[in-house]
């Protein structure tokens, strides 16, 4: 009699963690102990446990990924010495960790772009004049340079909003912090891709002719389901095109997985209450 087949489970994808590392150990109980676990980024920083929430991610091995998000980036660039930390970070323990070298390394070896079963992960938010490939070798550069050896050198240099715009004729330090600042940092963009890095709420506060990245009607993504985070006060958003799964779980909102199937019906969603720790606007 022949050996039946058990089918792989789809992949679960996760919002925005923010060290809340209660309310991930929470949720994970709720997810199937054998299906792949995908982390849309911001790993750490806000919530009370950065370094458990490190730790733990890291620690489950093959089972996951996670993309960079903009606050891991920020880890990343204090640990260096090339960023001062904010007011508001939670990162002392990761920092002070005898295990950090180790931690910061695993981060940092991190893709900012992953392409799988049809959907596209990121942390952000994708330029409209980019296609899925080109998403992916642009993220490709970056993450060369973060995981070459003058990572610090090039994490001294890739902050700042003045880049804010595509073109295919930027190059080096220019190219990098557009690209950086697409997949990590974008919320609302304007048809011909020019980036807003100012506001922070929900889509009826939309600049004057800026559009949510996701709804610029020439965006080259749109045959692909983008799964992404980073936009707090958007709140969960199932599309056939779109999951935006940041729900706010560091500022007292709720952590969410959803089910990476390829039939939008089949897109199960899992949430678990979390506490409050700050406001989503600070």
């Not at 970056?142 to 715009?165: C, H, M, S, T, Y």
């Amino acid at each position: 009699m022949p050996h039946s087949v058990v089918p792989a489970p789809y992949p679960y994808a996760i919002g925005d963690l923010q060290g809340c590392c209660p309310s991930l150990e929470q949720l994970v109980t709720k997810i199937p102990d054998d299906a792949p676990l995908r982390f849309v980024g911001d790993l750490v920083n806000r919530g009370p446990a950065s370094l458990e929430t490190l730790r733990k991610v890291r620690a489950i091995g093959a089972r996951a990924e996670s993309v960079l998000g903009n606050h891991d980036i920020h880890l990343l660039a204090v640990a260096a010495g090339v960023r001062n930390p904010g007011s508001s970070d939670t990162l002392d323990a990761i920092l002070q960790a005898p295990d950090r070298e180790e931690l910061l390394h695993w981060l940092r070896h991190r893709p900012l772009a992953v392409h799988e079963n049809g959907f596209l992960l990121i942390h952000a938010g994708v330029l409209p004049q980019w296609t899925v490939e080109q998403t992916l070798e642009l993220a490709g550069e970056v993450e060369r340079k973060l995981q070459g050896p003058d990572w610090k050198a090039f994490l001294a240099d890739i902050f700042g909003n003045a880049a804010n715009r595509w073109h295919e004729g930027l190059r080096g330090i220019e190219r990098h912090r557009v690209v950086i600042n697409a997949l990590t940092r974008l919320r609302f963009c304007t048809a011909d891709g020019v980036m807003d890095f100012k506001t922070k709420e929900g889509l009826g506060k939309a600049p004057d002719g800026f559009l949510p990245w996701f709804d610029v009607p020439t965006r080259r993504t749109s045959d692909t389901t983008i799964v992404c985070g980073h936009w707090s006060t958007l709140g969960l958003v199932m599309r056939p095109d779109l999951m935006a799964l940041d729900t706010g779980c560091v500022w007292g909102g709720r952590l969410t997985a959803a089910r990476l199937a390829p039939e939008p019906a089949d897109r199960a969603v899992i949430q678990v209450d979390c506490p409050q720790y700050c406001d989503p606007l600070g």
